[in-house]
């Protein structure tokens, strides 16, 4: 079955955006790796990416940052039309390059917080309110809300209801809790047809904190999650069994409530701490979890979550699974 999230105007966009945006080459990291695709034996991974937090950037890899905007973003992607949707605690807008604002949201005036922004195949932006009406909302290119599902946080406070939703290629909606220690799966209609738990006994039950806050669906139904304040990064298969994990123990404590991580093409996984607001913020891992790429770059620390698009000159195809 052909993968929406695998297509080719996605590749093309990134073709197009390197080129325009003149984003380079940043090598952040120290150590090697070989067989990574195209990428030869011994040659230093370089990565260009879109950072969000408390700087929203997009650094070349060369080190050099091709574009700057407000900071304090939540959430967001570089889209396939070269703009970059953003997603702040008030609002929610698509900036073109030379920061032209083409569509808006404001936050509700009965809720207290904006956590996702994702641009959906029909033209809509899915945004998450958090607030005393929890809700997800679909919004239409002019501004408006054209459909809205209450979620199920099982929390009053706003702040932890929810973060990553993103839209699976069914339709349905994937929604990390967080004091639910719940993914939950909702249809359009609202209805919960799915729930991952992350207060397992194998993970160390709720004492461990194991907050879920971005949740990635894969091609074989497996969802990887990260678990922000439990400084771990899983795997989860189909039935909620934990299938792979990387700790603290095994990348020398460097998890510092990771809150974004993005699967590669490659199958490496990329983790972003927004606790760690000096020294080395993201870590590239190898399903063996080795380290094999790393950014300490300013711009990047405090990260709340970021998108990969470009390794050794190469875009990373599909849409971002992060």
């Not at 209450?150 to 004091?179: C, F, I, K, S, W």
Request: aromatic share 6%; charged share 20%.
């Amino acid at each position: 079955m052909t993968n929406p999230h695998r297509t080719n105007p996605h590749r093309r966009f990134l073709h197009r955006l390197v080129l325009p945006l003149r984003i380079g080459t940043v090598l952040l990291g120290t150590v090697l790796i070989g067989g990574l695709g195209s990428v030869h034996a011994q040659e230093p991974i370089k990565h260009s990416y879109l950072v969000l937090g408390a700087k929203t950037a997009i650094l070349g890899e060369d080190g050099n940052a091709t574009w700057e905007y407000s900071g304090g973003s939540r959430d967001g992607f570089v889209l396939p039309n070269g703009n970059v949707l953003l997603a702040f605690s008030n609002r929610v807008e698509e900036v073109t390059p030379d920061k032209q604002i083409v569509f808006s949201y404001k936050l509700s005036s009965e809720n207290k917080e904006i956590g996702t922004a994702e641009r959906l195949y029909n033209g809509r932006t899915l945004v998450t309110e958090l607030g005393p009406k929890p809700r997800l909302l679909e919004i239409d290119p002019q501004g408006a809300i054209a459909n809205q599902i209450p979620l199920e946080p099982e929390t009053d406070n706003a702040h932890m209801q929810t973060r990553m939703a993103r839209q699976l290629r069914n339709g349905n909606y994937l929604v990390p809790h967080l004091l639910a220690f719940a993914i939950k799966e909702y249809t359009p209609d609202g209805r919960v047809v799915g729930t991952l738990k992350t207060d397992l006994d194998s993970l160390g039950g709720r004492p461990a904190e194991n907050w879920p806050f971005t949740a990635i669906r894969l091609d074989n139904g497996h969802t990887v999650v990260s678990l922000t304040h439990g400084n771990k990064v899983i795997e989860m298969d189909i039935k909620g069994d934990v299938v792979w994990k990387v700790t603290n123990d095994e990348v020398g404590g460097l998890f510092k409530d990771p809150c974004g991580s993005q699967r590669l093409a490659n199958g490496n996984t990329v983790i972003g701490s927004h606790g760690a607001n000096t020294g080395i913020s993201m870590v590239e891992v190898t399903p063996e979890n080795k380290i094999v790429w790393s950014s300490d770059h300013p711009l990047a620390a405090g990260v709340h979550h970021f998108q990969i698009l470009t390794t050794n000159g190469k875009p990373e195809p599909g849409k971002p699974m992060k």
